[in-house]
């Protein structure tokens, strides 16, 4: 065994050990809500987008319609157009035809783990660095399916907290360095309870209107935005 892959495996191991808990909650839930085995076995070979698997089994639960869920989703995960699009300046000796593989297996980790490692990213390192995640993800999938058979169906249910739980884990850091991403965190909760009381608009889309909402307010009040205004 080469160094490289002495590394990848190194720097996939927090990966897989993180990914695996979180994938099983999701295969729990999948479990409590009535998806096959097979369809969870897809939900998470073919989607493979961690808290945007939550964010559309919720929704298909509670009966929105599957452009409405496409389309949360694809703005949950539009911060892969900017962390691919970086990736693609550190990967230029690479073959394109290895680049749809390699765009499929960026998460939020991976990107982490990529974007900080010195030197020239090689294919390996990439390819055994995501399936590092991705083995963790789809197993812990399946393995959280089986385990849900045999938990009481209050417990499976509760499993939706995960939710909850991974999405506060990944905001708090940013929390820790700018009161404004607190700020407009409460704002989109707050925001998402009053376009839910009012009940204007259809079933799901109140996420929706809250993503656009908050991030353009975001955008809007940017340190950066505000030094160009200036």
């Keep these: 065994m080469n160094r490289e892959v002495r590394d990848a ?3 996939g191991l927090p990966l897989f050990i993180g990914y695996a808990p979180a994938a099983a909650a999701f295969g729990i839930l999948c479990k409590a809500c009535g998806v096959s085995l097979l369809e969870s076995f897809l939900f998470s070979a073919v989607v493979f987008a961690g808290a945007s698997q939550f964010i ?4 298909l639960v509670t009966g929105m319609g599957f452009g409405g869920i496409i389309v949360t989703t694809l703005l949950v995960n539009f911060r892969h157009f900017l962390m691919s699009t970086y990736l693609s300046t550190r990967i230029r000796n690479i073959a394109r035809r290895y680049f749809f593989p390699i765009a499929f297996g960026i998460t939020d ?13 090689t294919k390996t390192f990439i390819f055994i660095l995501q399936l590092s995640a991705y083995s963790a993800w789809v197993g812990g999938t399946l393995a959280g399916y089986i385990l849900g058979g045999f938990l009481p169906g209050d417990l499976t249910k509760s499993m939706g907290v ?15 360095h700018s ?7 409460l704002s989109s909760g707050l925001l998402n309870t009053i376009l839910i009381h009012l009940d204007f608009l259809p079933r799901g889309w109140t996420i929706i209107a809250c993503i656009l909402i908050i991030a353009t307010a975001g955008m809007l009040l ?8 200036l």
């Design 9 to 11: 495996l190194k720097a």
């Design 222 to 229: 940017s340190d950066d935005t505000k030094g160009e205004a």
């Design 179 to 185: 009161s404004r991403a607190l700020v407009l965190a």
């Design 109 to 121: 980790e991976v990107f982490s783990v990529l974007s900080f490692k010195k030197g020239v990213l």
């Design 162 to 176: 995960a939710l909850y739980a991974l999405l506060v884990a990944i905001l708090l850091p940013e929390i820790k």
């Design 56 to 59: 559309a089994l919720n929704l």
